[in-house]
């Protein structure tokens, strides 16, 4: 958004369902919450030739590693964060209510915890002191408000007692404000910070107050926390290593990203992969990556919500990886992976999988068949079908007698597959069927067809379908 007096830039990265912000006034900047790397930001103060005075934090995220470390060193502009932060680096620790001036506007600090403790808003003035636009972080999405479970074993409180707190600080601090104030929150829909979040990404209070089932008027404190903890998945588990690097520190970007860069041959990959308890990571297309892959390697596509998902499924951001991308891809997803910790990345592949082909090393791969062949193998009754998609894609319609078994909990469940029973898999488009085909299999999991196109495919097909959960096939794992 542009203004006489100040222009506001959204910069909306899709992976992550993130939003950080750019705001310049009179010559002066500020930030808010930004990404792992500094250069676009850097790049945009030189474009426009204006001073960064500072990094507001909206809190400490667990979703993402923030970029503030290595903007604040580069710029020397201040992090602020709301009351109660607590890091191990120097910060402005905000008041309730202080305010920030960047060029003719002023920033207001709101207090608003719930979902973490420090959690804060932060409210754009205009130069004539009229409430302009609020910056919620993960208090107030656009249709949701941010999940109260995840902070609390850092603030000693139950799930219910957080949502009591947030209930209070949306409001006394959020639904007080003019309905025509614009909001900008940290994320949208696809993230795991909330769960009913709108693919819109603006917003306004008064929007917000009638359609957000959360901010519903007359709506009681127990009927909140009721609502707002209700169908909460668990946390995926790298979010809490990112809150730790958040408040701590890491390595700067620079350096995760020189190490990352490092190009290796086929036998270097090879002897490092053998020497090392490294994972390789193979970021091709699912298309390309079933035909021919490093044995024991892990598919996630750079394509779709890549960073999540190592996050979710890997978990441990100090594991040491390999990767093998496609040509031309190195520095994007090196660059990605350190958005959600992911430092530890030795080097990739010189050269892609062709150079290994070339050099005639071992290669794998998976049975995919098509969901035309899938329809004619397919006996219901007789054969298990795993449906890798979210409950709520399950629940809209699905094979008669699969099972509910989403990717995301396949840490949990791939223990009790049973290796001597043959079972179809497949996710919605193919992208989260191979990244179990790919675990599967490095698990020692070989007796099971994979089905290309997924139930986007199958949906063409005239395979029994049922358009509720079967609440058997959902609990049942044997």
């Not at 006034?25 to 930004?34: K, L, Q, T, V």
């Not at 947030?166 to 900008?184: E, Q």
Request: charged share 20%; proline share 4%; aromatic share 8%.
């Amino acid at each position: 958004m542009n203004n006489q007096n100040f222009s506001i830039e959204q910069i909306y990265t899709g992976c992550l369902a993130q939003g950080a912000y750019y705001i310049t006034s009179n010559g002066e900047a500020a930030i808010i919450d930004p990404l792992r790397e500094t250069k676009p930001y850097l790049e945009r103060l030189e474009r426009d030739q204006v001073k960064l005075k500072y990094i507001f934090e909206t809190h400490f995220h667990a979703d993402f590693v923030s970029g503030h470390l290595d903007l604040s060193k580069a710029t020397s502009a201040p992090i602020v964060y709301g009351p109660s932060a607590n890091a191990s680096f120097d910060f402005i620790s905000a008041k309730d209510g202080q305010i920030f001036e960047v060029g003719n506007i002023k920033i207001k600090v709101l207090h608003t915890p719930g979902h973490t403790l420090e959690s804060s808003c932060f409210l754009l003035l205009d130069e004539m002191g009229k409430a302009h636009s609020l910056f919620s972080g993960d208090t107030l999405f656009i249709g949701d408000v941010g999940r109260p479970d995840l902070a609390q074993k850092a603030a000693s409180m139950t799930q219910d007692q957080l949502a009591a707190l947030l209930y209070h600080s949306l409001r006394n601090k959020i639904m007080v404000l003019p309905d025509d104030v614009i909001v900008y929150p940290a994320h949208g829909a696809g993230s795991a910070c909330g769960k009913n979040m709108s693919k819109e990404t603006t917003s306004t209070i008064g929007l917000q107050k009638i359609s957000n089932y959360a901010l519903r008027a007359n709506m009681t404190e127990a009927e909140f926390i009721s609502e707002v903890t209700e169908g909460l998945l668990p946390p995926p588990s790298y979010f809490g290593a990112n809150v730790a690097m958040n408040k701590s520190g890491y390595n700067s970007f620079e350096t995760v990203l020189t190490q990352g860069m490092r190009a290796f041959s086929a036998s270097e990959f090879e002897l490092i992969a053998e020497e090392t308890s490294a994972l390789i990571l193979d970021t091709r297309n699912n298309a390309e990556f079933f035909k021919g892959f490093i044995p024991q390697s892990i598919n996630i596509g750079i394509q779709g919500d890549f960073a999540p998902w190592v996050g979710a499924l890997i978990g441990d951001v100090q594991q040491a990886i390999l990767l093998v991308t496609e040509l031309g891809k190195e520095e994007e997803t090196v660059t990605r992976l350190s958005r959600v910790g992911f430092d530890n990345i030795i080097g990739h592949l010189q050269g892609g999988i062709e150079a290994w082909k070339k050099e005639n090393k071992d290669l794998d791969t998976v049975n995919r068949i098509t969901a035309t062949q899938f329809e004619s193998d397919l006996k219901i009754g007789e054969n298990k079908v795993i449906d890798l998609r979210r409950p709520s894609e399950y629940a809209a319609e699905h094979i008669d007698e699969a099972y509910s078994r989403p990717l995301a909990d396949i840490n949990s469940w791939i223990k009790d597959i049973n290796p001597q029973e043959h079972i179809y898999i497949h996710c919605a488009g193919g992208y989260r069927s191979m990244i179990a085909a790919s675990i599967l299999q490095a698990r020692g999991y070989r007796n099971f067809t994979e089905v290309e196109g997924g139930f986007s495919a199958i949906s063409k097909t005239n395979i029994p379908k049922t358009d509720f959960i079967c609440q058997s096939k959902v609990s049942t794992v044997n």
